[in-house]
């Protein structure tokens, strides 16, 4: 084995880590492919990245064979800038010896560990207003810019606590949007001559 590259489980382990993270942060599917190959060719493997509901599975190859590993299960993303930019500046730190591997994995500790500096009440208001104003944008009446407020806090919080329960990404989806379909519709036979054109989607 080259002696300048690390062995194969650290690598793995830390390109894992670096993908999950920023999938779990908000970066794109592309932008991610992207940025774990070239770190991993930083340590001296060729990767296979595939991205699916279950994790990431990872191919690794030293030009000797192959060695594949799946990370850990995402239970959920966000949209975190701040963690992404210090996880850009982790995967673009000069690796000049094999402990800088550990003080890279620290690192991604604390991020892992930050979370989203946002509370989560926050969120859900913000996602209230982005689907109440979307309703006002489409021509809905005041009533029913009201209602995609409220279906808009009930789905973001639906969507919270499935992701801290670790809940299947497709299952969690199916809730989210039962459970504000839900919502608007029950609102929404307290005003019956009330049209619900422009309402949209939660």
């Not at 590993?69 to 094999?98: D, K």
């Amino acid at each position: 084995m080259d002696a300048s590259r690390p062995p194969a489980p650290d690598a793995a382990h830390l390109v894992l880590r670096l993908g999950r993270l920023m999938l779990a942060n908000g970066a794109d599917t592309a932008h991610v492919q992207q940025a774990v190959t070239a770190f991993a060719e930083r340590l001296g493997y060729r990767v296979h990245l595939l991205v699916c509901l279950e994790g990431l599975l990872l191919t690794l190859d030293d030009g000797k064979g192959f060695r594949t590993r799946l990370g850990a299960a995402i239970p959920g993303t966000s949209v975190n800038m701040g963690a992404l930019a210090a996880l850009n500046a982790i995967r673009r730190r000069v690796i000049a010896a094999p402990t800088e591997l550990t003080s890279m994995d620290n690192a991604l500790d604390e991020v892992e560990r930050g979370g989203n500096r946002y509370p989560r009440w926050l969120v859900a208001i913000g996602m209230g207003i982005t689907a109440a104003s979307l309703a006002r944008l489409f021509g809905g009446v005041w009533t029913v810019v009201g209602v995609s407020f409220l279906v808009g806090v009930v789905t973001q919080m639906l969507r919270q606590h499935l992701a801290a329960a670790a809940t299947n990404p497709l299952a969690a989806a199916g809730l989210c949007a039962f459970g504000g379909g839900l919502v608007g519709t029950l609102a929404m036979k307290a005003f019956p001559d009330t049209s619900p054109a422009g309402w949209p989607c939660g």
